[in-house]
Nanobody
């Protein structure tokens, strides 16, 4: 399973970015797709997840600002990030859960300047 992320970059506070992640390979029975992030010196944390049935969950810190969506036919998951804050600065990792196994992308840097 391969995951390729795109869409990261540098943005000013209050701006927006859209992350994309395309999954390929042995994609039988995808249970969920989502995003984690890891800031320098901090543990990796869940940002948002969406199940194969479309149920979503997001961290309290991003609710109302970030929206996760997916295109099942294209095995793609998106993260629309609005009203970005400097504390959103992190490496964002895409993941896909297939049965009981999680697969990870290489990460994309998001930097929000104040």
């Amino acid at each position: 399973v391969q995951l390729v992320e795109s869409g990261g970059g540098l943005v000013q506070a209050g701006g927006s970015l859209r992350l994309s992640c395309v999954a390929s390979g042995m994609l039988f029975s995808i249970n969920a797709m989502g995003w984690y992030r890891q800031a320098p010196g901090k543990q990796r944390e869940l940002v948002a997840v969406i199940t194969s049935g479309g149920t979503t969950n997001a961290a309290d810190s991003v609710k109302g600002r970030f929206t996760i969506s997916r295109n099942n036919a294209q095995n793609t998951v998106y993260l629309q990030m609005n009203s970005l804050k400097p504390e959103d600065t992190a490496v964002y990792y895409c993941y896909v859960r297939i049965r009981a196994t999680d697969y990870w992308g290489q990460g994309t840097q998001v930097t929000v300047s104040s």
